[in-house]
């Protein structure tokens, strides 16, 4: 089974600063990775997804994560950071390949981000 | 957009009682979970179901069950509350995707959560 790890609990830093969140995961085959930010109060929401092809995504908000395919890792950065980036992070991963029953997504523990104005 | 609804934000139940929450999707997607978020713990698959009817267990299923009647709709049980199983519910939905790629574009919808506290 897969298992993904998150390594800071939290994160406080100030606005204009940049970012870096790591996560790796656990599993002998191919993912699909996914970082998830959820606000307060608010739904989880999708930032970016790797799928296959170039390492480096690029996601909404100025969001952008490194796949290392030989580190098991795909970090989540940000160069300048605002207050409205304070939120809490999930990095997931999913098997590739399978396809029915289910599609599960594998979560890390989270990060939670303080931006400081 | 893709709508999760869970029926409620906030919920405060005994221990020992029958606890249901609800989840609505209204994209006819075929896959439905269940997850609970724990601080430190990120979010825990409880359940799934890719079908009607149909169901499968997750990573931490004990002291719940699961009911899928219909497509839209996705319930989870708790048969006998516990003081451990407070925490912040999350619903999920995701197509059925026959390639990667698709599964890549269409990702999942989260509902907005329940907060369950046993008391």
């Known amino acids: 089974a897969q298992s993904v790890s998150q390594h800071n609990h939290h994160v406080i830093l100030s606005e204009a600063a940049s970012l870096e969140l790591g996560c790796n995961y656990s599993y002998g085959g191919t993912v699909n990775l996914f970082w998830y930010v959820q606000y307060p109060g608010q739904h989880l929401q999708l930032l970016l997804k790797y799928f296959s092809g170039d390492p480096l995504v690029k996601g909404i908000k100025g969001f952008e994560a490194e796949f290392i395919k030989s580190k098991f890792s795909f970090n989540l950065r940000k160069p300048s950071v605002q207050w409205s980036d304070t939120a809490e992070y999930f990095c997931a991963v999913m098997p590739w390949g399978i396809k029915a029953a289910g599609n599960k997504l594998t979560f890390g523990g989270g990060t939670r981000v303080l931006v400081k104005p | 957009d893709v709508k999760v609804t869970q029926s409620s934000r906030y919920l405060v139940k005994r221990t020992g009682e029958k606890v249901f929450l609800e989840c609505v999707q209204d994209m006819d997607h075929e896959n439905m979970f269940w997850y609970r978020q724990d601080p430190g713990l990120g979010l825990r698959l409880i359940y799934f179901s890719y079908d009607v009817k149909m169901k499968e267990k997750g990573d931490i299923p004990e002291g719940y069950s699961v009911s899928r009647e219909k497509k839209e709709r996705f319930s989870l049980i708790l048969e006998s509350a516990s003081t451990n199983q407070t925490s912040m519910y999350l619903c999920?939905?995701?197509?059925?995707?026959?390639?990667?790629?698709?599964?890549?574009?269409?990702?999942?919808?989260f509902g907005s959560g329940t907060r369950l506290t046993v008391v």
């Open positions: 999920a939905s995701s197509p059925l995707t026959i390639t990667d790629r698709e599964l890549a574009n269409y990702g999942y919808t």
